[in-house]
């Protein structure tokens, strides 16, 4: 789902930045595609299933959600008109998903996401492989957007809605332990700031 920071960039010049970022992953992840979640019969089924088992709280998984399943990356059929600079973001969290698929393979994945403990619930396996994600978010907003961005509240609440919302099938991570986990990333980030991009 986009966050948008609302800071104007140089489109031309993030769409060639985002290309040849593109071009490295396939470089380092020779299967890594990515493909329209309208195209793929497994991604409507899952926004069914997930429309069931949320009582109809996640009823965007098509239209706004990008997921990672193995090496492939689906995303919504508007994902070309999102800001580059922001499907940088998104996939640098992605990436993450495709290193975790690699790991701790495809069951292994589906055991820690769906089954640890289950699916509705207190999830622990599903908020650890998402805050591995949600870390790598932070580090790119402010690579790409600068540290304020980063700190803001808005990303903040973005990031606490995922974890406590309905999404992702109720994590049931309560929104404050999800801030201490930002503001412990936002430290580090500080001691150890990333090259702007």
Do not use: N
Request: proline content about 7%; some cysteine; charged content about 20%.
């Amino acid at each position: 789902m986009p966050f948008t920071v609302g800071q104007a960039r140089d489109r031309a010049a993030d769409e060639a930045f985002y290309a040849a970022y593109l071009a490295e992953l396939r470089q380092l992840h020779p299967k890594l595609v990515v493909l329209k979640k309208s195209d793929s019969t497994l991604c409507r089924l899952i926004d069914r299933t997930l429309k069931v088992i949320t009582f109809g709280g996640m009823r965007t998984f098509l239209t706004s959600f990008v997921t990672t399943l193995g090496q492939r990356i689906y995303v919504p059929d508007s994902w070309e008109t999102w800001a580059p600079a922001e499907r940088y973001c998104i996939i640098r969290h992605e990436v993450v998903h495709v290193a975790q698929f690699r790991r701790w393979t495809f069951p292994g994945m589906v055991v820690l996401y769906l089954l640890v403990p289950p699916l509705v619930g207190f999830a622990p396996g599903r908020a650890w492989l998402e805050w591995q994600g949600y870390r790598e978010t932070l580090e790119a907003t402010w690579q790409v957007y600068g540290p304020e961005a980063a700190r803001s509240d808005s990303m903040a609440t973005h990031i606490v809605a995922r974890f406590t919302g309905p999404e992702y099938a109720w994590m049931w991570v309560s929104g404050g332990q999800v801030r201490r986990w930002i503001a412990r990333e936002l430290e580090r980030l500080e001691a150890h700031p990333p090259p702007p991009l």
